[in-house]
């Protein structure tokens, strides 16, 4: 356990048998001082930063739910994270999306393993139906994401499902 500025981190590791069972193995002291520096850092300004974030990503979904058709956002309207968009592109396959894609680093939500493509688990739990699954694509913005950055995104997951549609 490590406790500064009203921070508690206690580190819960599954492993080995040291210390008969309580323990995976030694403990990697600076990592666990440098994550409470960064917690304490961070407490600051998160409200800030989270709030810029939730602007930016609702921005982007407003601009690519304006311009691409046959969408479907994955996730809690108000209860996800601030930073990240889970889109799911009907008739489309994530990696060939993902391929068109030019100024937006962006992940699939499908694995492809070999000539196999796979639907996520998470989104076969959620009941996302397989035309959208296999088309979903996950973004995420920063605290340095600006607006003309969205505006660019939005241009380019706008011009990639519209080539890929158009086959």
Do not use: W
């Amino acid at each position: 356990m490590y406790v500064r500025s009203g921070v508690l981190l206690e580190k819960l590791i599954h492993g080995a048998g040291h210390e008969m069972n309580r323990r995976a193995g030694t403990e990697n002291v600076l990592e666990i001082v440098g994550l409470g520096e960064a917690c304490a850092m961070i407490d600051e300004d998160l409200p800030r930063h989270a709030a810029h974030m939730r602007e930016m990503r609702d921005r982007l979904e407003l601009g690519i739910r304006a311009r691409v058709k046959d969408i479907r956002v994955h996730g809690h309207p108000e209860k996800r994270l601030p930073n990240t968009l889970s889109v799911g592109f009907r008739g489309l396959e994530a990696g060939r999306f993902l391929s068109r894609l030019e100024s937006v680093a962006a992940s699939a939500g499908a694995a492809c393993h070999g000539h196999d493509v796979h639907v996520s688990h998470v989104l076969e739990a959620m009941g996302v139906p397989l035309e959208f699954a296999m088309g979903t694509v996950r973004f995420s913005v920063g605290r340095f994401t600006t607006r003309e950055e969205i505006d660019g995104a939005v241009t380019d997951v706008a011009n990639a499902a519209e080539e890929l549609r158009r086959g």
